[in-house]
């Protein structure tokens, strides 16, 4: 594939489909990320001839020899994006040529070939039609959609990959956090921090998410479903959690959030929020927030509410945030207005219950 030309994909079905009785079994309750569907995308790159085999086909294991590159040097990049049954029966995606672009510089930061950004989407809408059947009805259903590209040259050398496979999978989903939406209990890491600057913590790679397991599992053991890291220089600012953005809500109708400074990922959902927050006549700041003013603001009440928000969970209530000396509730530890509202707009512009003024919505079918 070069130029201008458009990648053509080859349709395999799959010849032994799950059976719509069982498939309507998995569906009742299908978690997070446990239960896939019956197709994948694979498209091929080598140097010197581009991208090449597009096909959509059963899914299955992927071969690989040991040596494969990814295994040894970590080049491997991905992205998360859903699609949704919406209140017309239409299914749609949310804001996939974002995801595109967020892919683009992914590769390029990780020495990879980009993807054309319209390859990526097409494979996504051909993806879904193929296994709509697989989209949970509810409020909280949705098919998360995992595009991933990883280094398959067999080779051991330090060097970028000369080839690549690109895929894309699908997994039918309830909510991210078991219980629905509550308040969160977040822990604030004292030791690990997740990206330093000139490294890839803008980029979606697995290495971030590999690097900030270990600072998970201390936060689960503390309690706590999600830790926060702060910044890798003067260990003061709050960057990010381990898998999505943060923002606080003062009482002067002020939202903040950290600013995209290269160590933080630049979140869809994140840049979602402050495009809705400012309509709705929120002042809106992308600015350092220090955990000792974020514990001193909650303590005074100027601090009304915190949330996280990513394409997995969308926007979840920040309650109670706890460090190794001590801990502190946020807005009493209930759910906050501000939060609940943008979210509840988010949720009906993706749902297609509201106005969709960005043309954020891709329809697929």
Request: proline share 7%; hydrophobic share 45%.
């Amino acid at each position: 594939m070069s130029g201008g030309d458009k990648l053509e994909f080859e349709i395999r079905p799959n010849p032994a489909p799950v059976a719509a009785a069982d498939r309507a079994a998995l569906l009742a309750n299908p978690g997070f990320g446990r239960v896939f569907t019956d197709h994948m995308v694979t498209i091929r790159y080598a140097d010197g001839k581009g991208w090449y085999d597009a096909r959509i086909e059963a899914r299955a294991p992927i071969p690989m020899d040991p040596a494969s590159a990814v295994l040894h040097y970590a080049q491997e990049i991905f992205e998360g994006l859903k699609a949704y049954r919406t209140a017309d029966g239409s299914v749609t995606m949310f804001r996939p040529e974002a995801n595109a672009a967020r892919f683009v510089a992914s590769a390029q930061r990780l020495a990879m070939p980009p993807l054309p950004p319209e390859t990526f989407v097409d494979a996504l809408h051909r993806l879904v039609e193929l296994d709509r059947e697989w989209i949970p009805e509810g409020a909280d259903g949705s098919l998360y959609l995992r595009p991933f590209m990883f280094a398959s040259e067999v080779f051991l050398g330090v060097r970028p990959a000369n080839e690549y496979l690109f895929v894309v999978i699908a997994s039918p989903v309830g909510a991210y956090f078991s219980g629905g939406v509550k308040p969160v209990t977040v822990w604030v890491s004292p030791d690990y921090t997740r990206a330093a600057p000139g490294g890839t913590g803008a980029a979606k790679c697995g290495g971030n998410y590999a690097s900030s397991l270990v600072a998970q599992a201390e936060a689960i053991e503390a309690g706590c479903d999600q830790v926060v890291f702060l910044d890798a220089v003067d260990r003061r600012f709050v960057d990010e959690l381990g898998g999505m953005n943060v923002f606080f809500v003062y009482d002067d109708n002020t939202l903040v959030t950290p600013p995209l400074t290269g160590t933080i990922l630049p979140g869809i959902t994140r840049d979602s929020v402050l495009a809705l927050a400012a309509e709705a006549g929120h002042r809106v700041e992308e600015r350092p927030i220090s955990f000792a003013d974020w514990q001193a603001d909650a303590a005074s009440g100027r601090l009304r509410e915190a949330f996280a928000c990513g394409t997995a969970a969308v926007i979840t209530p920040i309650g109670q945030v706890r460090f190794p000396d001590g801990e502190f509730l946020i807005g009493g530890g209930e759910p906050g207005r501000v939060t609940m509202a943008l979210r509840q707009q988010l949720v009906d512009i993706q749902r297609g219950v509201a106005a969709d003024p960005h043309g954020w919505v891709d329809r697929v079918l």
